[in-house]
C-alpha cells in the first residue's frame, strides 16, 4: 500500500437532510440532530480520507476473521469484501463522494458499503470499534511511512557519499564558533552527515517496533466478548504481535509521537546542511555554487541567486517541531481510554510526513546538481593561521607541554597579524623569539601534512576518508554509488 496524498479530495457539502444511515448508526440515543457547525467542527474526513486503503485492508481482514471463526454468515463476509474493493476503486478513480456529515472515513466507508450491498454491511463492524478501527489504521499508514522515508533517507545518503567520492581530495577549512579552525577535507565534512542520516535511519528502523503491533481486538476499551482470532488478524495484516492491554491500545499514540521526534531529528539534520549550503553558495564563502533550477532571483535585484530550497528547509523544520509539540501537548493530559482528542493527531503526522518526505527528496537533488569550488575552498586558507594547532603539536614533540606549546603558538599569532604577516612569511629568527626549539622544520607543516597526521580512524586523513566512503558505500549499498574514477 502506497500513502496516499492530499490531493484531489472531493467532499460534498453538508445536506439539510442528514444520510438516514448515518442517523441509524450514530443517533439514536439522541433526540436532536447535530448542529451544523459541531458537523463542521468534528469531522475529520477532510483529512483522515487519507486513510482509505488502510482502512479497507483493515476491514477485509476483519471480516475474514469473523467469518473464519463463524461470527457472521459466509454470505455476508463474502459481500463485504466484494463492497469494500468496489468502494476502494472508487476512490482511487477520484469517484467517491466523501460526506462530512458523516464524520470520518470509517462511517463514510460503511454508509457507501450499506447502499452497495444493503444490511450485509451491518454485520462488518461486529467484535470491533472505531477506537480500535483507527490505532489499526494509523499503525498500517506509519508503517508506509517509515518505509518510504527511510528509502529516500538512503537515497540522499547515495547521493552524500558520491559527491564525497567525487570531491575526496579537496581540502578545505574545518570550522568551529564558524571561525576557520583546522583543515579537513571535503569528503570528511560530507561524510559527518551520512552519519546523522544514519543515525536517523536507524531510529526509524527501530520505531517500527513499536508500531507493528496489532491493536485490533481491543474493541471500545475494555476488550472484544465474541470469540475472535487476533494472531490469525496479526499474520493477515502483517503485524509482529498483538497488543497486551486494550486500554493502553486504543489510547496510546507514543508511536505516532516516536516517528514525528525521528522526523524532527532528521529534519534539524537537514536543516543544518542547508545553514551550511546557504553559507557556502554566498558570494563571501563561495565553496559552491548551487544548480539554477534550485534558486530564485530576486524580484528588484537582477543579479541575485537565492538559495530558497535550503531556506525554506529551515523553516519547514520549525513546522515539524511544531506538529511534535502539538502532539505531545494533546496527549500530556489525556486520562485513559480514547478522548476525541485523539483525533489531532492526524492533521499534524500527515503533515510531518509530507514535509519531511517532500525535504528528503528535493535535497538530494539539490546537493547532486551543487557544483564543488575546490579553489575557492583551498584560496580562503592561504592568508589564515589555520595552521595554528599542528604547530603547536610540533613544539609538543619536542618536549614541551601542550599548555605551554599553546601559549607560545598564541604569541606568535598575534605577532604574525600585528606584522601583517602569514606562518610560512615568518624567518626562523622570528619563530625562535618565541622558543628556542623551533628549527627549520617548522616549514614542513603544510595543509597536506596536517590532513595527513590525523591518520586514526575518525579522522579526516585522505586514507582514513577513503575506508569512511568505502564503509558507507557498503551501507548504502555500492551499486547505486557512483564509483570515482
Same mark, same amino acid.
Given at each position: 500500500?502506497?500513502?496516499?496524498?492530499?490531493? @484531489?479530495?472531493?467532499?460534498?457539502?453538508?445536506?439539510?437532510?442528514?444520510?438516514?444511515?448515518?442517523?441509524?448508526?450514530?443517533?439514536?440515543?439522541?433526540?436532536?440532530?447535530?448542529?451544523?457547525?459541531?458537523?463542521?467542527?468534528?469531522?475529520?474526513?477532510?483529512?483522515?480520507?487519507?486513510?482509505?486503503?488502510?482502512?479497507?485492508?483493515?476491514?477485509?481482514?476483519?471480516?475474514?476473521?469473523?467469518?473464519?471463526?463463524?461470527?457472521?454468515?459466509?454470505?455476508?463476509?463474502? $459481500?463485504?469484501?466484494?463492497?469494500?474493493?468496489?468502494?476502494?476503486?472508487?476512490?482511487?478513480?477520484?469517484?467517491? *463522494?466523501?460526506?462530512?456529515? $458523516?464524520?470520518?472515513?470509517?462511517?463514510?466507508?460503511?454508509?457507501?458499503?450499506?447502499?452497495?450491498?444493503?444490511?450485509?454491511?451491518?454485520? !462488518?463492524?461486529?467484535?470491533?470499534?472505531?477506537?480500535?478501527?483507527?490505532?489499526? *489504521?494509523?499503525?498500517?499508514?506509519?508503517?508506509?511511512?517509515?518505509?518510504?522515508?527511510?528509502?529516500?533517507?538512503? @537515497?540522499?545518503?547515495?547521493?552524500?557519499?558520491?559527491?564525497?567520492?567525487?570531491?575526496?581530495?579537496?581540502?578545505?577549512?574545518?570550522?568551529?564558533?564558524?571561525?576557520?579552525?583546522?583543515?579537513?577535507?571535503?569528503?570528511?565534512?560530507?561524510?559527518?552527515?551520512?552519519?546523522?542520516?544514519?543515525?536517523?535511519?536507524?531510529?526509524?528502523? @527501530?520505531?517500527?517496533?513499536?508500531? @507493528?503491533?496489532?491493536?485490533?481486538?481491543?474493541?471500545?476499551?475494555?476488550?472484544?466478548?465474541?470469540?475472535?482470532?487476533? *494472531?490469525?488478524?496479526?499474520?493477515?495484516?502483517?503485524?509482529?504481535?498483538?497488543?497486551?492491554?486494550?486500554?493502553?491500545?486504543?489510547?496510546?499514540?507514543?508511536?505516532?509521537?516516536?516517528?514525528?521526534?525521528?522526523?524532527?531529528?532528521? !529534519?534539524?539534520?537537514?536543516?543544518?546542511?542547508?545553514?551550511?549550503?546557504?553559507?557556502?553558495?554566498?558570494?563571501?564563502?563561495?565553496?559552491?555554487?548551487?544548480?539554477?533550477?534550485?534558486?530564485?532571483?530576486?524580484?528588484? !535585484?537582477?543579479?541575485?541567486?537565492?538559495?530558497?530550497?535550503?531556506?525554506?528547509?529551515?523553516?519547514?523544520?520549525?513546522?515539524? /517541531?511544531?506538529?511534535?509539540?502539538?502532539?505531545?501537548?494533546?496527549?500530556?493530559?489525556?486520562?485513559?481510554?480514547?478522548?476525541?482528542?485523539?483525533?489531532?493527531?492526524?492533521?499534524?503526522?500527515?503533515?510531518?510526513?509530507?514535509?519531511?518526505?517532500?525535504?528528503?527528496?528535493?535535497?538530494?537533488?539539490?546537493? %547532486?546538481?551543487?557544483?564543488?569550488?575546490?579553489?575557492?575552498?583551498?584560496?580562503?586558507?592561504?592568508?589564515? /593561521?589555520?595552521?595554528?594547532?599542528?604547530?603547536?603539536?610540533?613544539?609538543?614533540?619536542?618536549?614541551?607541554?601542550?599548555?605551554?606549546?599553546?601559549?607560545?603558538?598564541? %604569541?606568535?599569532?598575534?605577532?604574525?597579524?600585528?606584522?601583517?604577516?602569514?606562518?610560512?612569511?615568518?624567518?626562523?629568527?622570528?619563530?625562535?623569539?618565541?622558543?628556542?626549539?623551533?628549527?627549520?622544520?617548522?616549514?614542513?607543516?603544510?595543509?597536506?601534512?596536517?590532513?595527513?597526521?590525523?591518520?586514526?580512524?575518525?579522522?579526516?586523513?585522505?586514507?582514513?576518508?577513503?575506508?569512511?566512503?568505502?564503509?558507507?558505500?557498503?551501507?548504502?549499498?555500492?551499486?547505486?554509488? %557512483?564509483?570515482?574514477?
Amino acid at each position: 500500500m502506497g500513502l496516499a496524498s492530499q490531493d @484531489n479530495l472531493q467532499i460534498s457539502g453538508l445536506t439539510d437532510n442528514m444520510d438516514k444511515k448515518y442517523k441509524s448508526l450514530l443517533r439514536n440515543r439522541f433526540q436532536k440532530d447535530v448542529d451544523k457547525n459541531v458537523l463542521k467542527y468534528v469531522a475529520s474526513v477532510p483529512f483522515d480520507w487519507r486513510l482509505y486503503k488502510y482502512d479497507i485492508a483493515g476491514s477485509i481482514a476483519h471480516v475474514n476473521m469473523l467469518k473464519k471463526q463463524q461470527i457472521i454468515p459466509e454470505k455476508d463476509a463474502n $459481500l463485504i469484501v466484494s463492497g469494500l474493493k468496489i468502494i476502494e476503486k472508487e476512490i482511487d478513480k477520484e469517484q467517491f *463522494d466523501f460526506k462530512p456529515e $458523516l464524520e470520518d472515513i470509517h462511517m463514510n466507508l460503511e454508509n457507501r458499503l450499506f447502499e452497495i450491498i444493503g444490511n450485509a454491511a451491518g454485520t !462488518m463492524h461486529t467484535a470491533r470499534s472505531r477506537n480500535d478501527q483507527v490505532s489499526l *489504521d494509523m499503525r498500517l499508514y506509519l508503517r508506509d511511512a517509515i518505509k518510504n522515508t527511510v528509502q529516500l533517507i538512503k @537515497n540522499l545518503q547515495h547521493t552524500v557519499v558520491e559527491i564525497a567520492d567525487n570531491n575526496n581530495s579537496v581540502v578545505m577549512p574545518g570550522y568551529t564558533h564558524l571561525q576557520q579552525a583546522q583543515p579537513i577535507l571535503f569528503a570528511h565534512h560530507l561524510l559527518a552527515y551520512f552519519e546523522m542520516f544514519q543515525r536517523d535511519i536507524e531510529r526509524f528502523q @527501530n520505531s517500527l517496533q513499536r508500531v @507493528n503491533i496489532l491493536p485490533l481486538g481491543s474493541g471500545a476499551m475494555a476488550g472484544i466478548t465474541f470469540q475472535i482470532d487476533r *494472531d490469525f488478524l496479526a499474520r493477515e495484516l502483517g503485524f509482529e504481535r498483538v497488543s497486551n492491554n486494550s486500554i493502553d491500545a486504543v489510547s496510546d499514540r507514543d508511536f505516532v509521537i516516536e516517528y514525528e521526534a525521528a522526523a524532527a531529528i532528521t !529534519m534539524m539534520h537537514l536543516s543544518r546542511l542547508a545553514e551550511e549550503i546557504i553559507l557556502w553558495s554566498s558570494t563571501e564563502f563561495g565553496f559552491v555554487e548551487l544548480d539554477d533550477s534550485f534558486t530564485t532571483s530576486s524580484s528588484i !535585484m537582477p543579479q541575485k541567486k537565492n538559495p530558497d530550497v535550503a531556506e525554506l528547509a529551515r523553516a519547514k523544520t520549525g513546522r515539524i /517541531y511544531g506538529n511534535l509539540i502539538s502532539l505531545l501537548t494533546i496527549m500530556k493530559g489525556l486520562p485513559l481510554a480514547y478522548n476525541r482528542d485523539l483525533q489531532e493527531d492526524k492533521p499534524g503526522l500527515f503533515d510531518t510526513v509530507d514535509t519531511l518526505l517532500a525535504s528528503l527528496e528535493v535535497f538530494t537533488s539539490m546537493i %547532486k546538481t551543487m557544483k564543488v569550488n575546490a579553489d575557492r575552498m583551498l584560496s580562503v586558507m592561504s592568508n589564515t /593561521y589555520i595552521l595554528a594547532t599542528d604547530i603547536a603539536d610540533y613544539l609538543v614533540e619536542k618536549g614541551l607541554p601542550f599548555r605551554e606549546a599553546h601559549e607560545v603558538v598564541s %604569541k606568535i599569532v598575534y605577532y604574525a597579524v600585528s606584522s601583517g604577516k602569514n606562518f610560512e612569511e615568518l624567518s626562523l629568527e622570528e619563530y625562535q623569539r618565541f622558543s628556542p626549539i623551533f628549527d627549520k622544520n617548522v616549514y614542513h607543516i603544510t595543509l597536506e601534512s596536517s590532513l595527513a597526521r590525523r591518520n586514526m580512524h575518525g579522522g579526516t586523513a585522505p586514507p582514513q576518508v577513503k575506508e569512511a566512503i568505502i564503509r558507507a558505500k557498503q551501507l548504502v549499498g555500492k551499486r547505486q554509488c %557512483k564509483k570515482n574514477g
